[in-house]
């Protein structure tokens, strides 16, 4: 069974430019979550995407926006980057949502870096 | 507030031994679910155990063994019998029933096993 495919693995932009990452869950996974991971933050809670719908978003501007699609597979843009935006950016898929003991898949994160 | 919280930046352990990476949590829902994952240099966060709030034994996973006092609010994962491939960040998460559900993490403790 694959796994959790990130594209692209590596990215580099320059400030005030636009970014659209990709996710691809694991097949029958309908739950996706995205978390920005810096060394001075930790990882943090972007939002997650269940059924194509928006169930939970973190803290983070509108810059940052997200979708799925009907195959599960999910994107997420990030607007008029800032040099802060340089992170590593991990997906998450998960079987179902709304339940404690869900465990999340992860890929293997693109890294951003902003100049 | 800080859900999540590894008061342990890094750790050193010698091979073979065993060793005790710290997490505390705060929540006030009676149902959630605490993770171990383990994150290597390459990036992607690999799921280690889960421990429910209801569960009455202690979760086990081969090496793995989480030490539940749910009074305290501490969830400490024991790798017993360290290998060099244990070396990494390991981070503790958790899921809450009535909070989103989201799993939030706290900030990780760095192991590194001496030979």
């Known amino acids: 069974k694959a796994g959790v495919t990130q594209t692209p693995r590596y990215l580099i932009k320059t400030r005030g430019q636009q970014v659209t990452l990709s996710c691809s869950p694991i097949?029958?996974?309908?739950?996706v979550s995205w978390y920005q991971q810096t060394p001075g933050q930790g990882l943090q809670f972007l939002f997650e995407y269940f059924s194509e719908t928006q169930r939970n978003k973190g803290n983070f501007p509108g810059r940052f926006s997200g979708r799925q699609f009907s195959n599960s597979r999910s994107e997420m843009n990030v607007s008029t980057l800032e040099l802060g935006d340089s992170a590593l950016y991990l997906c998450a898929s998960s079987l179902a949502a709304g339940r404690v003991n869900t465990e999340a898949f992860f890929g293997q994160g693109t890294r951003l870096t902003v100049v | 507030a800080q859900k999540i919280t590894q008061t342990q930046p890094g750790m050193f352990v010698q091979e073979k031994e065993a060793v005790t990476l710290d997490c505390t949590y705060d929540t006030s829902d009676p149902s959630y679910g605490l993770f171990w994952y383990k994150q290597p240099s390459s990036g992607e966060m690999i799921f280690l155990i889960y421990q429910g709030s209801y569960d009455q034994q202690n979760a086990t996973e081969g090496r793995y063994s989480l030490n539940f006092q749910k009074a305290r609010k501490s969830a400490n994962l024991v790798i017993s019998a360290s290998q060099l491939g244990d070396s990494a960040m390991y981070f503790c998460a958790m899921r809450e029933l009535l909070n989103n559900n989201d799993m939030r993490f706290g900030a990780g403790t760095r192991l590194t096993v001496k030979p």
């Open positions: 097949s029958g996974h309908r739950s």
